[in-house]
């Protein structure tokens, strides 16, 4: 969850973020949701953390089948 998700894709893709996306090495946005408000977007990513590895690739492939890069369209004025 985060107010600013160019900047904080920015600190995943330049290695500034420590986790998983860090140790593993994930470069490309290839998903995302927004949320009215901050309690929202936190109740949503509780419950996505607790789902299948399957049941989250489906959900990305519904909305991005292709797996493209989504920063540089959110990046771009």
């Known amino acids: 969850m985060t107010n600013d998700l160019v900047r904080r894709v920015h600190e995943h893709r ?14 490309r946005l290839v998903w995302f949701e927004e949320h009215q408000t ?4 936190i ?12 049941w989250k ?7 991005n089948p292709d797996w493209h890069d989504l ?5 771009s004025p």
């Open 43 to 54: 109740g949503r990513e509780k419950r996505l953390k607790k789902y299948k590895r399957e």
């Open 38 to 41: 901050a309690e929202a977007a």
């Open 71 to 75: 920063y540089p369209s959110i990046a």
């Open 14 to 27: 330049t290695k500034a973020a420590d986790g998983f996306t860090k140790r593993y090495g994930v470069g």
């Open 57 to 63: 690739i489906r959900l990305i492939e519904e909305h």
